[in-house]
């Protein structure tokens, strides 16, 4: 079992940029597939970005691509989020989640484990 912890939101001017972070607990973050959804006030929850075990693979969201990126530090337990040119509809709160199947995915239901979220608000 992983238990996620993420920080880094906060709010920023359109155009702005920030990093989040989520920290796992446990000796076996280095074989999960992690990812990063988002959820707005009164919308369901969407994919953003995944990354491998490994870091080799990675997937985005085409509202994301090539604005944000994922990466991770498996010596530090630890997976991120840099978001830049961030725009107001970026409003969300980030959650990242841990997934044990073989492929990176965009569904959140081959995510088993997710933390409790970070609030990241562009204004305008």
């Known amino acids: 079992q992983v238990q996620l912890g993420e920080s880094g939101g906060g709010l920023v001017q359109a155009g702005g940029s920030l990093r989040l972070s989520c920290a796992a607990s446990?000796?076996?973050?280095?074989?999960?597939?992690m990812g990063w959804f988002r959820q707005a006030p009164g919308k369901e929850r969407e994919f953003v970005a995944a990354?491998?075990?490994?870091?080799?693979?990675?997937y985005y969201a085409d509202s994301v691509k090539a604005r944000f990126a994922i990466s991770r530090d498996n010596a530090k337990n630890t997976v991120y989020l840099q978001m830049n040119s961030l725009k107001p509809e970026d409003t969300a709160v980030y959650y990242c989640?841990?997934?044990?199947?073989?492929?990176?995915?965009?569904?959140?239901?081959?995510?088993?484990?997710w933390g409790q979220g970070t609030q990241v608000t562009v204004s305008s």
């Open positions: 990354i491998s075990w490994s870091g080799g693979d990675t």
């Open positions: 989640s841990a997934s044990w199947r073989p492929r990176i995915t965009a569904q959140s239901y081959e995510y088993a484990y």
């Open positions: 446990g000796r076996t973050f280095s074989t999960y597939n």
